[in-house]
């Protein structure tokens, strides 16, 4: 990310560049080498944070702490954690020194788009790093340094990051760092050269955003306030906001959730400089005491809750792991459908309690549901995932659908009649399988599943 100062090492190697000793073109980002070698080639020469982070390993200056800046004032509903961010270039880490130093989060690079050539490349330390910061008790975010100019291509980003984390327990959000490269002292790079307007560079981290949420994530913008001024609608933009502006205490006068403070940070654990933050985190967003921070579900509850269409078993309890009925099923689509109003009937006699009858009898006339017989619904009875997918499916009423379930070790457990719904739920992102590879299409759904399809559903186009 940001970084201050150029090194005389940087300077040697431009000059080298300039006068032709350097084994390839380097006289536009263009003829930069493509990522497809391997990284050591090429990482010093494609990859947009480099300059800025040899830049960093290279200052004498002294380094800053968290205590010599003074963030904005918290809110009543909000605690102050300390964190950091951490790319390749951050080398070795002794993430349990950290998390000694009074560390209590980390967001971390997946990787990047080369400026030049606009592949997409892993951080070779994502692993390690995300390993061993989960294993010292850190909670983790990630983002990507993109060079996106278009919806497509942040989509494709955040594609990137989905694919690589899964099995982490990422309970921050996903990040598209969007900000313009550096070389020789001025901007370069495919995003600076594309010229975008404010509402298109807007709409390409919005892509971003939508595509992480879709997944059941948060996502968030990560840009200077040069950009945010400049480049950037920040009022339209989807997600939270990362602000990175080096002072001593923030003039951006917008709202962010995030502060990148300074690149020249002092912290245990991590040699050299590191890029240091400050999170205002909200703690009295989630009310169920059972759903903590760390858990998969998390974000996927809370924005279920916040948009009322999922409810407590009390005030405090969620019950993450109990299976959700078909009754509360449906009256979670019917307030996301508005709740329209209902008139007339429906055939099922044993709906006997009040809070899922409209939704039922709405559903049902919808052509969303059908009943367990011809005059019963069983309201109370667990839902199926492929129920689940099947009811969803029905109300999206995507039309055609094309591909099987082949590559699943259970498919042939597919009811016929959820087939074409379970191949629309894969190719949309809204199912995904297990680890075993398998489906599991009979298995019960549970309420937090329930919520992060919910929530999924919401973000499909």
């Not at 600076?192 to 992480?212: E, R």
């Not at 948009?307 to 309890?317: A, D, M, R, S």
């Not at 078909?326 to 809070?355: I, K």
């Amino acid at each position: 990310m940001l970084k201050r100062h150029l090194p005389l090492l940087l300077v040697l190697v431009l000059l080298l560049q300039l006068v032709g000793t350097t084994v390839f073109a380097a006289d536009s980002a263009e003829n930069l080498p493509d990522p497809e070698l391997s990284f050591e080639e090429t990482a010093p020469f494609d990859d947009p944070e480099y300059y800025r982070n040899m830049a960093s390993q290279e200052e004498v200056s002294l380094q800053s702490t968290f205590s010599d800046f003074s963030p904005r004032p918290l809110a009543p509903s909000e605690a102050l954690r300390k964190g950091v961010d951490v790319s390749y270039y951050q080398n070795t880490i002794d993430w349990k020194a950290v998390r000694a130093d009074g560390i209590d989060f980390a967001i971390i690079r997946v990787g990047y788009r080369g400026y030049g050539s606009g592949q997409l490349v892993q951080d070779p330390r994502f692993d390690e790093y995300m390993q061993k910061a989960l294993a010292a008790g850190l909670r983790v975010g990630v983002y990507i340094y993109s060079q996106a100019i278009t919806p497509a291509e942040a989509a494709e980003e955040a594609r990137f990051i989905l694919d690589r984390i899964k099995g982490y327990n990422v309970q921050l959000p996903l990040v598209i760092d969007f900000e313009f490269a550096e070389s020789s002292g001025g901007y370069t790079g495919r995003l600076y050269n594309a010229k975008l307007t404010k509402a298109q560079a807007t709409d390409v981290c919005n892509a971003f955003i939508k595509t992480v949420t879709s997944a059941g994530y948060r996502g968030m913008t990560y840009a200077n306030k040069f950009m945010l001024d400049k480049h950037l609608n920040p009022g339209s933009l989807k997600g939270s906001l990362w602000l990175a502006q080096y002072r001593s205490s923030p003039t951006y006068t917008g709202s962010y959730e995030f502060w990148q403070c300074d690149s020249n940070g002092e912290v245990d654990g991590i040699k050299g400089s590191a890029d240091i933050d400050f999170w205002f985190e909200n703690i009295s967003a989630m009310p169920f005491l059972d759903v903590s921070p760390s858990r998969w579900s998390y974000n996927s509850i809370l924005t279920a809750w916040e948009k009322g269409l999922i409810f407590g078993i009390t005030e405090t309890q969620f019950s993450p792991t109990a299976t959700t009925t078909r009754g509360q099923l449906v009256s979670m689509l019917y307030r996301m459908s508005g709740s329209p109003a209902v008139t007339g009937t429906c055939p099922f006699t044993d709906l006997t309690m009040d809070y899922y009858k409209p939704a039922i009898t709405w559903a049902y006339q919808q052509g969303i549901v059908s009943g367990t017989s011809e005059t019963t619904f069983s309201p109370n009875d667990p839902i199926t995932r492929q129920d689940l997918v099947s009811i969803l499916y029905r109300m999206k009423k995507p039309g055609s659908v094309s591909g099987s379930l082949s590559g699943y070790t259970d498919a042939s457990s597919v009811s016929g009649y959820a087939t074409n719904a379970m191949i629309w739920g894969i190719s949309t992102g809204l199912l995904s399988g297990y680890e075993d590879n398998t489906l599991q299409p009979k298995g019960l759904a549970t309420r937090e599943q329930a919520a992060a399809f919910m929530v999924r559903y919401m973000n499909l186009k």
